[in-house]
């Protein structure tokens, strides 16, 4: 990858990092719109690929996204620039929210401020995951989307599984569905 691009990466996950609300599934959606639809970088398997493998992982997966995405498109260097550039910004403004926060939380108007951020929070992440597995539904894989989507969603709900099992059984699962033809 040459020079210009590692810097326009760079460039945007400092960006993504430091002015994307809605947590990693957000910056990651972001990521995906940028690197894939307008760029092409990436192609969406590729993306979602990394995605998927990065959510393996423990820890911050956006981290481990970011790391993957800059290692793939640029080597060691461009991963190490990606994580930085994603985190440090976010990091700092999440001190400066807190520190402000626990100076005027008592204050009724604040209260609702932060209820109202975190039910936004909710449609983020809601439509970020729905951008994620546009790809699976674009080929038709609805059986496979519903019972993956919807057996994590009651595992995780009734607190039967924590999410390391939930994605472990889900290997699982879309290995089998896939022996067995269903899309």
Do not use: H
Request: hydrophobic share 55%.
């Amino acid at each position: 990858m040459e020079r210009r691009r590692v810097g326009a990466m760079t460039v945007l996950f400092l960006r993504s990092g430091g002015l994307t609300l809605g947590g990693g599934t957000s910056i990651q959606a972001v990521l995906q719109r940028e690197m894939v639809e307008r760029r092409g970088w990436l192609s969406e398997a590729e993306f979602g690929l990394i995605y998927g493998l990065a959510r393996f992982t423990p820890g911050t997966n956006v981290l481990a996204c970011t790391a993957a995405l800059g290692w793939r498109l640029g080597g060691w260097g461009a991963a190490v620039a990606g994580v930085l550039a994603v985190s440090v910004p976010a990091s700092l403004v999440v001190l400066g929210l807190v520190n402000g926060y626990e100076r005027v939380r008592a204050v009724a108007w604040v209260a609702a401020a932060v209820g109202g951020a975190l039910a936004a929070v909710v449609a983020l992440i809601a439509v970020s995951s729905a951008k994620l597995v546009r790809p699976y539904a674009a080929r038709g894989r609805w059986v496979r989307i519903g019972v993956l989507t919807g057996g994590a969603a009651v595992a995780l709900g009734a607190g039967w599984l924590s999410p390391v099992a939930i994605l472990v059984v889900a290997v699982g699962v879309g290995l089998a569905l896939d022996r067995m033809g269903v899309a």
